[in-house]
C-alpha cells in the first residue's frame, strides 16, 4: 500500500520558516519525481516545486528564492524549505510521487502564516 505522509506544517508569522516533510512507503521512492502542491481556500491547486528522480529542480515563480525542494532517498523522504513566508503563501501543502502513468498524493498538511 502507497502512502505519502506530510508533516511540518503550522502557523508560522510572516518572514518565518517552516520545512515540510513527505515521507514515502510503498514505492521504489527513488525513481519517482516528486512534487509539492498547495491549495488555498476557493482556489484551484498549484505546482509550487518539483524534483525529478535524478535531482533537477523546478519552482513556481511565486516562491522562486525563498522555497527549497529537495529529497533524501535512502530516508525515501522528500523536503519543503520555506523561508520569507507570506500571508499568501497559506494554503494545503500536498505532496505528490510520480513515475510513468503512477501517481499518488499524500493528506495533506496546513500551512498558516499570520501575524
Known amino acids: 500500500q502507497v502512502q505519502l505522509v506530510e508533516s511540518g506544517g503550522g502557523l508560522v508569522q510572516p518572514g518565518g520558516s517552516l520545512r515540510l516533510s513527505c515521507a514515502a512507503s510503498?514505492?521504489?521512492?527513488?525513481?519517482?519525481?516528486m512534487d509539492w502542491y498547495r491549495q488555498a481556500p476557493g482556489k484551484q491547486r498549484e505546482l509550487v516545486a518539483a524534483?525529478?528522480?535524478?535531482?533537477?529542480?523546478n519552482y513556481a515563480d511565486s516562491i522562486k528564492g525563498r522555497f527549497t525542494i529537495s529529497r533524501d532517498n535512502a530516508k525515501n523522504t522528500v523536503y519543503l524549505q520555506m523561508n520569507g513566508l507570506k500571508s499568501e503563501d497559506t494554503a494545503v501543502y500536498y505532496c505528490?510521487?510520480?513515475?510513468?502513468?503512477?501517481?499518488?498524493w499524500g493528506q495533506g498538511t496546513q500551512v498558516t502564516v499570520s501575524s
Open positions: 505528490n510521487a510520480h513515475w510513468a502513468y503512477r501517481k499518488y
Open positions: 510503498g514505492i521504489i521512492f527513488a525513481i519517482y519525481a
Open positions: 524534483i525529478t528522480n535524478s535531482g533537477s529542480t
